[in-house]
Structures are given as C-alpha cells and as structure tokens.
C-alpha cells in the first residue's frame, strides 16, 4: 500500500509539473514580452489563455501536499524543515504571482498594470525555481530526518540546475501551448511568435537536461545509478523520444499532437526522477516503508485517492479540454487587436 500511495505521489507530481508549469511558463513570456506597446499582443494571448484554467491547476499541488503529510508525515517533516526557506519563497511567488495576473487586468492605469504585471512574471520565474532547487536537494540526499535547515540543502550545484531545468521546462510548456492557442485563435504572427520561442525553450532544456545529468554523476550517486539503467532509463529515453517529436511537430504548419508531446518531456521527466530513487523517497536515508504513515491511513488516503479520481478526474479532463478546444471563451485575431480595455489603459 506505501508503494500504492508513493506512486500516486509521483503522479501527481507530474501533473503539477505540466499543468502548472505551463503557467509559470505563461509568466515567463509575459514578462519576456517587452514594453507594453511591443508585448500587448502576446500578453493578450497569454491573459485569455491562461483565465479559464490557472486556478484549477493549483488542485494537483494540494492533492501533493494531503498525499504528503497524511501518507509521508516523516518526508513532509523532514523536507519542510530542511528547505524551510526556498519552500516559503516559492509559496509567497504563488500568492504574488496570483495577485498580479488577477489585479492587472481590471487596473485602469498603465502604471498600476505594469506593477501587478512585473510581480505576475517575477513571481511566475521565481517560484518554478525554489521548486526545482527543493527537488534537487532531494534527490542529491542533503536532507534526511532530523536534518536542520541549511542553506547546503538548496543550493548545491545539482538544486541550481533543477532550478533552472523547471524554469526551462515550464517555459518551454507555455510557449507550445501559446503556439496552438494563436493558432487556434486566428493570429498568425502569434503562431510563429510563440512557435520560435518554443523551439528555442526546447532546445535549453535539452542543454540543461544533459548538463543536469552529468551533474548528478558526482553530486547524486544514487538517482545517476537510477538513470542510467532500469525503468529509469526508460522514462530518459521517453523523453528524449518526446522532445525530437515535439521539435519536428513545431516545425509542422499544423503541429496539433504537440502539446500531448511536450507534456510528455516533462512528464517523462519527472518520473523518470521519482523511479531512479526507488526504493528511497530521500536518498539513501529514508525508504518509502520507512516514511510511510499508518497502514489505516494509507489504506483511507487509496480510497480518497480513488473517489477523487472518479469524481474530480473527469471534471478536469472536461475543463482542459473545453478549454484547448476554445469552448469557454472564444477569441479571434479582432478581438486582439480591439482597442477596448487595452488602449484605453495604455493611453492613461
């Protein structure tokens, strides 16, 4: 049943990692749009891309934190002592960037929507990188129970590179989302806008996926051993699989199937990562059996598991797919180039 529940964990990770990545990765190119005359068109697309869903995104990160301190209680302890601080940065970057995408939009003035624009993408930046420097102090095994907070815990050389592998790979996941929403929107300078960016993103992530993988040789013994063979050499290659798809797909006029294989870099990534240190949840101080709580509790959080996959699964997979099929709020190229709210900001 531990086992159960940590692969349960390991997925929802993953989905956390591509749903709300995406929209950290939205922020990234909001705030590498420009000035607010050139970036206008992108963050119009970006604002009406990310409405209907960025709230929702957030559920996988709850589901991650109850599966963690009701299954895991001695892995929530350890991690959320040791790395106190990068975790409390990343959650204040969660609220902050909230309140800026939320409040820039209904701001009449320019100067208020640039400030509540500049925290969105700041935040949006920030934020995908203490996660990352927080799974990199993980999976090199600087934390372990009892282990107090330091700043060795967060930022070694292989928490550096997972920093800047999650930032890559969130903005790499928005801009392949944004090339099919500008499509699918009528805005062909858009589409080849965003499209340019993605190949871009790809191919740093690919940089930093290698130098990240040499680093853990050295740094992380054990998660290399993982990805070097067995089932985690197998996600490796998936990946792998998936970013040259996903490269020829953007080079396509239509590249419909792209998002699916951009999701599955990082998917595969990710759990790629979680299989390469089985079975330890730290390496190599604390084993899944080990940091599993009460075989009562973890037999109830299956069962949770599963009524909230019958009952809140479905709803979600609706929502995404309402929402890349242009259902909930429709958009045209006019419509971005309207001179309603967004002039009339711009002109104060």
Not at 116 to 137: D, E, K, M, N, R
Request: net charge neutral; with cysteine; glycine share 12%.
């Amino acid at each position: 049943m531990a086992d159960l529940i940590g692969v349960v964990l390991l997925l929802a990770v993953a989905a956390y990692a591509c749903a709300g990545g995406t929209d950290y990765g939205a922020g990234f190119w909001d705030l590498a749009a420009g000035g607010a005359e050139r970036g206008k068109r992108p963050r119009w697309l970006i604002d009406h891309a990310m409405a209907p869903v960025w709230e929702v995104n957030n559920v996988w990160l709850i589901f991650i934190f109850v599966i963690m301190w009701t299954g895991f209680p001695t892995l929530f302890q350890t991690v959320f002592s040791a790395m106190w601080l990068p975790l409390a940065l990343a959650a204040i970057g969660m609220v902050l960037r909230g309140a800026g995408f939320a409040l820039r939009k209904p701001a009449r003035r320019l100067a208020r929507r640039r400030i509540y624009g500049a925290v969105f993408a700041i935040a949006s930046l920030l934020t995908p990188f203490f996660l990352g420097a927080a799974v990199g102090g993980i999976a090199s095994g600087r934390v372990s129970p009892g282990t107090e907070a330091s700043a060795d815990a967060w930022s070694n050389p292989t928490s550096i590179l997972f920093g800047l592998l999650t930032i890559a790979s969130t903005a790499f996941l928005a801009a392949v989302f944004l090339t099919r929403d500008a499509a699918r929107f009528g805005a062909p300078d858009l589409v080849g806008y965003f499209r340019l960016r993605a190949l871009g993103s790809l191919a740093v992530v690919a940089l930093l996926g290698v130098a990240a993988f040499a680093v853990t040789r050295d740094d992380a013994p054990y998660v290399w051993n993982g990805l070097t063979g067995g089932l985690g050499l197998a996600f490796v290659i998936l990946a792998a699989v998936c970013a040259v798809a996903t490269g020829w797909l953007l080079l396509r006029a239509s590249g419909v199937w792209s998002r699916v294989t951009a999701v599955g870099v990082v998917a595969a990534g990710v759990i790629a990562w979680g299989v390469a240190q089985r079975p330890y949840l730290i390496p190599t101080s604390l084993t899944v059996a080990e940091g599993a709580g009460a075989p009562t509790t973890l037999r109830w959080l299956a069962v949770v598991t599963l009524v909230a996959v019958v009952l809140v699964g479905p709803a979600v997979v609706l929502l995404y797919w309402l929402d890349t099929h242009g259902e909930l709020e429709p958009l045209t190229d006019a419509d971005l180039q309207r001179t309603g709210t967004g002039s009339t900001a711009d002109g104060d």
